[in-house]
């Protein structure tokens, strides 16, 4: 027997559509080099429908693939709704991408126009030859673009939009029509695509505002400093618009003083973003001239790699505010995990508490995990056996797109994440390393991931990362690069971790460092480590 219920196809138009009706007073704001500018939902519903009628004009049809090189901006939020609600696909190319890497996605995603800050024209400049079906750049400034020695034709925006109008019947799709696009980063190789759909990102809009989840409330504010040109800035534009949330956008080119200069403006009371920009905000409360209000801020979402409990503390203890964290990825649009104290945390002393927040979370409703040893055998819950983590959900991708690679990591309906990890009875999971960062020494497993974090934890440490390096006696040796703000030795580091850790376990090297190496999105980028160091 089959229900009875509406075939109803889940579509982000129907973001958009409760935004503009419920939500039409409340604002999206963005930081520009003149100011803060201020739009209501109302305003942007009818902004979405003229880019819409714009790309149009330029050609774009269902199906056809749209390409975005910008910053946290509104008009780069506007891409967000005008490209899937026409039926065609949103691909956010991440801006911090080596040249030669963002010419390869242009290319193997197939784009057609392009949205671009003007500050990436000369990125496109250097990569005329790899433009492949590209016929149209929109440059997202307010006046006319500058001038550039590209042939293709380069529109302004807001000239486009001007000359369209706020109607356009956005059709009613497939709920299983591509939506989006977005290309790993941090990978050998090349990158790996990932095609998203209107399904999985409504579902995954739903899913954020849930209990078990960050729970998006229209009451609060929302500062996204997570790249909108990378892993959908988290899911956030999605779920902040859908229940109509107070948006705060950074703005092109944000550095620390941007940051809290925003935080003042426009009193976000949430924050998401990459640890290493929550550790730049708070040395540039540490160390600036003159004092900053972040009172309005009750709560922190740093990752892209877990937030040392050492920041937690900081912040909550200075501050009174609350540093969360979740753990996902790419193909996972990309939440599945999020870490928050159960009930049964309750009434844990402090200390216990920081102790389970450094955890990565429990699995998001909908979210099924399991951990894999290296035979496939499947590991109990019971906080002690680790293995990879695999993961299935209705916002997981099944495979990649157009590529061969796929088959290394979907498997038998599974995502096969490379992290490897544990989970305790109660649901919530520890990672210890990704595969290719475990330290394998004599026979014995070192978590790179746990040294790290015990070294931040030192309060003369400013950032630490560590590596394998090959040794000829136990095949590989943990080195530690570490960048100080106050002076310690080699002696005192050692000490730290051998309280904590079997001696085995600490680093034969200890390295200075001015800085850790990041990748395009953040992280700590240990390949240009063992390439320049071990």
């Not at 956008?249 to 009371?269: A, F, K, Q, S």
């Not at 080195?479 to 904590?500: M, N, P, S, Y």
Request: hydrophobic share 40%.
């Amino acid at each position: 027997m089959r229900g009875q219920m509406m075939d109803v196809p889940l579509q982000i138009k129907s973001l958009l559509w409760r935004a503009e009706r419920l939500y039409g007073h409340k604002e999206i704001i963005t930081r520009t080099e003149s100011g803060f500018r201020h739009r209501t939902y109302a305003e942007f519903g009818g902004r979405v429908r003229r880019l819409a009628n714009a790309l149009r004009t330029l050609g774009i049809q269902p199906g056809d693939r749209v390409g975005t090189l910008a910053w946290n901006n509104d008009r780069h939020l506007e891409a967000y709704f005008a490209v899937p609600c026409m039926g065609a696909v949103l691909h956010t190319i991440n801006l911090r991408l080596p040249a030669e890497q963002i010419g390869y996605i242009i290319q193997h995603a197939d784009d057609e126009v392009l949205l671009v800050g003007p500050d990436m024209l000369p990125v496109l400049e250097g990569l005329r030859d790899q433009l492949g079906r590209v016929r149209a750049i929109l440059v997202l400034s307010d006046d006319d673009p500058p001038e550039t020695t590209l042939t293709l034709p380069v529109v302004g925006y807001e000239a486009a939009l001007a000359a369209e109008k706020e109607e356009y019947d956005f059709p009613d799709l497939d709920e299983n029509t591509a939506a989006g696009m977005c290309y790993t980063s941090g990978t050998t190789g090349h990158p790996k695509g990932v095609v998203y759909s209107h399904r999985s990102h409504t579902l995954h809009a739903l899913t954020l505002g849930t209990t078990g989840s960050i729970g998006v409330d229209e009451r609060e504010r929302y500062m996204l400093v997570t790249p909108m040109s990378h892993v959908n800035s988290w899911g956030m534009p999605y779920g902040c618009v859908l229940y109509g949330a107070t948006i705060v956008l950074p703005g092109d080119h944000p550095v620390g003083v941007d940051y809290l200069e925003t935080i003042e403006h426009g009193r976000p009371t949430f924050f998401s973003g990459a640890v290493t920009v929550g550790m730049l905000i708070r040395e540039t409360l540490q160390h600036s001239d003159r004092s900053w209000d972040v009172s309005s801020l009750k709560t922190l979402w740093l990752g892209g790699q877990a937030p040392p409990v050492s920041e937690m503390r900081w912040w909550k203890e200075n501050h009174g505010i609350d540093v969360v964290q979740a753990w996902g990825m790419t193909e996972a649009s990309p939440l599945l995990t999020f870490c928050g104290l159960a009930s049964q945390y309750g009434d844990l002393p402090a200390e216990d508490a920081y102790e389970v927040l450094g955890r990565q979370g429990q699995p998001l409703p909908l979210v099924d995990i399991a951990l894999v040893d290296d035979e496939g055998v499947e590991q109990p819950w019971d906080g002690a056996h680790s293995g990879e983590v695999r993961v299935r959900s209705p916002w997981v991708a099944s495979t990649y797109y157009d590529d061969a690679r796929s088959a290394e990591t979907f498997r038998d309906g599974w995502f096969y994440s490379g992290d490897i990890g544990r989970m305790t009875a109660d649901g919530y999971l520890i990672l210890v390393d990704r595969s290719k960062d475990l330290i394998k020494s004599g026979g014995e497993w070192i978590s790179s991931v746990d040294l790290e974090n015990h070294l931040m934890a030192h309060p003369a440490v400013k950032e630490a990362a560590v590596v394998a390096a090959p040794d000829p006696k136990w095949l590989e040796r943990p080195v530690a690069f570490v960048v100080t703000q106050a002076a310690v030795t080699t002696a005192e580091l050692a000490a730290h971790l051998r309280a904590k850790f079997p001696s085995f376990w600490v680093p034969d090297r200890f390295e200075f460092i001015d800085a850790v190496p990041k990748t395009g999105v953040g992280k700590f980028d240990k390949k240009l480590l063992r390439r320049d160091y071990v």
